[in-house]
């Protein structure tokens, strides 16, 4: 007899998990509607961006110490509202420290810009939730280099360089150099029980909601192709697939993704936190 489970035993995004991939990547599409997309690309404040070689970005409340500590402010109410209420109806961040994101990235690629495949390192819990704003665009999935997969480990942990906030000038795109460890890690999952397909790619579609914790977070590498146009994605090259809210448009356009401007808000929990700032300001207050 099948066990009569209550609706809090079940996991809440159990069904958006991508299949084939390692523990865990979960892809909600139209996590928001095209007004509340609208509404947040205009409340970005524009005088905030640092301008990179392949992108721009925004750290808010602000960039991290140079020991990864976050100095304790509020999050602005257009990046809270709906996406972090709407994160706590999933538990998202139930599990990390603060239980709620405390730092969120605003990066904007324009059309053939990109980000080199990085981990985004020891800085925050290993959860990290990444609105998608404007347009489609791949995420690669990559291992790290030099890691030796096996059946329980399918791609394991090696140093390599963290931390998104400047990514630009520590890691290499697929097509540096990187391939050698990429085919080896696909040859050794193919042949392993998880069957794990890497390296691949995400397609992040507009109001899409990609999340990456625990393995996924820690064990792989992810990137974006400074390509103009994203190709041959089709079922059986794009890992989230099956979760697209509408495949038809890339079947349409004969497997292709003509890149646009696309901006991400990426959502983490900085674990290192100092209210240093309030303390003295409420010391002073007190007098
Ligand atoms: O734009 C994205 O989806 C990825 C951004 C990213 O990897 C980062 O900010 O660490
Ligand atoms: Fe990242």
Same mark, same amino acid.
């Given at each position: 007899?099948?066990?009569n489970?209550a609706p809090s035993?079940?996991?809440?995004?159990?069904?958006?998990?991508?299949p084939d991939?390692?523990p865990?990547?979960?892809?909600?599409?139209n996590f928001?509607?095209t007004?509340?997309?609208?509404s947040?690309?205009?409340?970005?404040p524009a005088?905030?961006?640092?301008t990179?070689?392949?992108?721009?970005?925004?750290?808010?409340?602000?960039?991290?110490?140079?020991n990864?500590?976050?100095l304790? &402010?509020p999050l +602005?109410?257009f990046?809270? =509202?709906?996406?972090v209420?709407?994160?706590k109806t999933l538990d @998202?961040?139930d599990?990390?420290p603060h239980?709620t994101p405390?730092?969120?990235?605003?990066?904007?690629?324009?059309?053939?810009?990109?980000?080199?495949?990085?981990?985004?390192?020891?800085?925050y819990?290993?959860?990290v939730?990444?609105?998608s704003?404007?347009?489609?665009i791949?995420?690669?999935?990559?291992p790290?280099?030099?890691?030796t997969?096996s059946?329980?480990?399918p791609c394991?942990?090696s140093s390599?360089p963290?931390?998104s906030?400047?990514?630009?000038?520590k890691?290499?795109?697929?097509g540096?150099g990187?391939?050698?460890?990429?085919?080896?890690?696909a040859?050794?999952?193919s042949? &392993?029980?998880? +069957?794990?397909?890497?390296? =691949?790619?995400?397609l992040?579609e507009?109001?899409s909601?990609? @999340?990456t914790t625990?393995?996924?977070?820690?064990?792989?590498?992810?990137g974006i192709?400074?390509n103009e146009?994203?190709?041959?994605?089709s079922p059986?090259?794009?890992?989230n697939?099956?979760?697209?809210a509408?495949?038809?448009?890339i079947e349409?356009?004969?497997?292709?993704?003509?890149?646009?401007?696309r901006?991400?808000?990426t959502?983490r929990?900085?674990l290192k936190v100092s209210?240093?700032?309030?303390?003295v300001?409420?010391?002073?207050?007190?007098?």
């Amino acid at each position: 007899m099948a066990a009569n489970l209550a609706p809090s035993d079940v996991e809440p995004l159990h069904n958006f998990r991508i299949p084939d991939l390692p523990p865990d990547f979960y892809y909600i599409p139209n996590f928001i509607t095209t007004e509340e997309e609208a509404s947040i690309l205009r409340k970005i404040p524009a005088q905030r961006w640092v301008t990179l070689s392949h992108r721009r970005l925004q750290a808010h409340p602000s960039t991290l110490t140079p020991n990864n500590t976050l100095l304790a &402010s509020p999050l +602005q109410p257009f990046l809270i =509202t709906p996406v972090v209420d709407r994160f706590k109806t999933l538990d @998202i961040f139930d599990k990390t420290p603060h239980r709620t994101p405390n730092h969120v990235l605003i990066n904007e690629y324009k059309r053939g810009e990109g980000i080199m495949p990085h981990e985004d390192g020891s800085a925050y819990a290993e959860v990290v939730a990444t609105v998608s704003l404007g347009a489609s665009i791949c995420l690669q999935i990559s291992p790290k280099p030099g890691d030796t997969p096996s059946e329980n480990n399918p791609c394991p942990e090696s140093s390599m360089p963290d931390d998104s906030q400047d990514a630009d000038d520590k890691h290499n795109y697929p097509g540096s150099g990187n391939e050698d460890t990429i085919e080896r890690c696909a040859t050794s999952t193919s042949s &392993s029980r998880h +069957q794990y397909k890497i390296p =691949t790619r995400i397609l992040q579609e507009p109001r899409s909601l990609l @999340i990456t914790t625990g393995p996924a977070y820690t064990n792989l590498l992810h990137g974006i192709a400074p390509n103009e146009v994203d190709e041959d994605l089709s079922p059986d090259t794009v890992a989230n697939w099956s979760l697209l809210a509408e495949p038809q448009i890339i079947e349409a356009a004969g497997g292709r993704n003509e890149r646009a401007t696309r901006v991400s808000l990426t959502y983490r929990d900085v674990l290192k936190v100092s209210s240093a700032a309030s303390k003295v300001f409420g010391g002073l207050g007190k007098r």
